[in-house]
T-cell receptor, first 114, second 111 residues
């Protein structure tokens, strides 16, 4: 079955620690994305990558870092510099469909930092 | 002004009702439009893309009004299982494939 996996589902960390969230897809999609969602709010784009070894900052990249060494994988590191890291983190991937790019999401990781 | 705006609701409707949501976008050059459904504490799931000519999938109909810069989602014969938050998403101009999401409209269908 093709899809996007994110692990872990829940993650708890102490303030000051870096943490890496995993995202893997076997849909053979070129593009991958990271979003965060806070309660009652829409999704905000953190980083995106259109091709291996290339990625761009989204709207709220400060305090985050990514890598894209393989087409299937796009891990996100939440660094200690991120001021409000507690959130629901969603990974997505997409491939061009006609003139648009439909994005499909993984199940998400809920990060709690105390 | 937010780039993509939605009425947060909640819309409380009885089973069998018809309900419609709108989503306005500020960038007139926006290229692609989508509706997603998100259940509580789950990931968004693509419900449908919105085409210029409008499109229908069973009980769901999506429309695009470029002149007034909004998209709409109509749900006919509402089911209890339709209860969820509906997010609209818009691709900005420039040929990029990133999406800008609205904050969502909550729908609660009751017996």
């Amino acid at each position: 079955d093709g899809g996007i996996t994110q692990s872990p589902k829940y993650l708890f960390r102490k303030e000051g620690q870096n943490v890496t969230l995993s995202c893997e897809q076997n849909l053979n999609h070129d593009a991958m994305y990271w979003y965060r969602q806070d309660p009652g709010q829409g999704l905000r784009l953190i980083y995106y990558s259109q091709i291996v070894n290339d990625f761009q900052k989204g709207d709220i990249a400060e305090g985050y870092s990514v890598s894209r060494e393989k087409k299937e994988s796009f891990p996100l590191t939440v660094t200690s510099a991120q001021k409000n890291p507690t959130a629901f983190y969603l990974c997505a991937s997409s491939q061009r469909q006609g003139s648009s790019y439909e994005q499909y999401f993984g199940p998400g990781t809920r990060l709690t930092v105390t | 002004r937010k780039e993509v705006e939605q009425d947060p609701g909640p819309f409380n409707v009885p089973e069998g009702a018809t309900v419609a949501f709108n989503c306005t976008y500020s960038n007139s050059a926006s290229q692609s439009f989508f509706w997603y459904r998100q259940d509580c504490r789950k990931e968004p799931k693509l419900l449908m893309s919105v085409y210029s000519s409008g499109n229908e999938d069973g009980r769901f109909t999506a429309q695009l009004n470029r002149a007034s810069q909004y998209i709409s989602l109509l749900i006919r014969d509402s089911k209890l299982s339709d209860s969820a938050t509906y997010l609209c998403a818009v691709t900005p101009s420039g040929g990029y494939n990133k999406l800008i999401f609205g904050a969502g409209t909550r729908l609660a269908v009751h017996p």
